[in-house]
């Protein structure tokens, strides 16, 4: 026997008592509606199990309720948490997300991408872009709904929020030199992320006012053996290395691996400070320091930059902060000595 139509809003008129314009006034939530008849219609739902078709409300209120997310490199718990502190934001305010999760950013990809969301009617464009890249002026300035990009770098005419990353860097190079260190080193994320940049720039601003203008930076690709690999040759070009600032923490999982091959203990002969705070870091051997960055903030940012834009105010652009999570893998150097002993 096949299966019963599903309800529809005649069907909720009907098994309340009301007219058919008087459900889609509930519906939409307008003031003009008695709250005894709001009470019958909202029974009267969830007595049928009805649910709305929401391509039929998006063609009535030319609203969709959804707001498009583009992102590059998903597998990385970044942009993944990212697009989660998104979709977690918008559904506070009571929107849905449609995600298009891309290989590759280029020119074609990125418009291919746009014009899939423009095609579901998205209210908004979030573009989590991890290497940075926007759509150029002249697309901006040809989009009929507004553009947000997060974490890159700034777009002509895009609103744009993102992880303070240079104050982060900062942050993790001002604990280990706060510890006493100078033999600081720096395993970077790749140069051709922003973030990764970013990170850098506030190693080196930090490490240059310590007076530590020649401090060594080595070069990974996030992933644990490219860390390994990174901390093996930072130890061989530069022993008198006492700490490590990594830019991720994963790649930091492959640097203590590394130093326990090398006979070192973390922190006694070397500290370790990671970024991102990844679930896991809590439990490495030992517990990993690290600067937290705040993806829930991140997204409420991104989605106020979009209620911001879609009520035509002008959106002002955000930095969140990071924070430092002090645990087990930093301590003052071997030999150091306390001031005035």
């Known amino acids: 026997m096949p299966n019963a139509s599903p309800p529809t809003m005649a069907h909720v008129a009907s098994r309340a008592g009301v007219s058919h314009q008087t459900v889609s006034r509930v519906l939409n939530d307008a003031d003009a509606v008695r709250p005894e008849t709001r009470e019958k219609v909202l029974q009267a739902i969830a007595d049928l199990g009805y649910r709305r078709n929401s391509a039929a409300r ?8 959804l707001i498009g997310v583009i992102v590059d490199e998903l597998p990385h718990y970044g942009p993944a948490r990212t697009v989660t502190g998104i979709a977690e934001a918008a559904r506070e305010a009571g929107y849905g997300i449609s995600l298009d999760p891309l290989l590759s950013v280029t020119g074609s990809t990125l418009d291919a991408a746009i014009e899939h969301h423009l095609e579901q009617s998205v209210e908004a464009i979030v573009l989590v872009t991890a290497r940075g890249k926007v759509p150029d002026a002249a697309t901006l300035s040809a989009l009929d709904v507004p553009l947000v990009a997060l974490d890159g770098q700034l777009g002509e005419g895009a609103p744009t929020a993102g992880v303070d990353q240079h104050a982060g860097g900062v942050m993790a190079t001002r604990h280990l030199l706060d510890l006493g260190h100078t033999g600081v080193a720096h395993v970077a ?18 490490a240059d006012r310590a007076g530590l203008a020649e401090a060594p930076v080595v070069v990974g690709d996030w992933s644990p053996a490219s860390g390994h690999a990174a901390a093996l040759e930072a130890l061989d070009r530069h022993p008198d290395v006492t700490a490590l600032f990594v830019a991720n923490d994963q790649m930091a999982a492959g640097v203590l691996r590394a130093l326990a091959e090398r006979g070192l203990r973390v922190p006694e002969d070397v500290s370790v400070v990671g970024f991102d705070d990844i679930p896991e870091a809590a439990f490495l051997s030992p517990p990993l320091t690290t600067i937290r960055q705040d993806f829930a903030s991140l997204g409420r940012e991104a989605v106020r930059l979009v209620v911001s834009a879609l009520g035509e105010s002008e959106p002002e652009p955000a930095l969140v902060p990071p924070r430092l999570v002090a645990r087990e893998s930093t301590a003052r150097p071997p030999r150091a000595t306390t001031p005035g002993t």
């Open 189 to 206: 994320g790749p140069q051709d992320w922003p973030q990764a940049r970013a990170r850098l720039a506030g190693f080196r601003d930090s």
């Open 58 to 65: 998006a063609l009535v209120t030319r609203r969709s309720g």
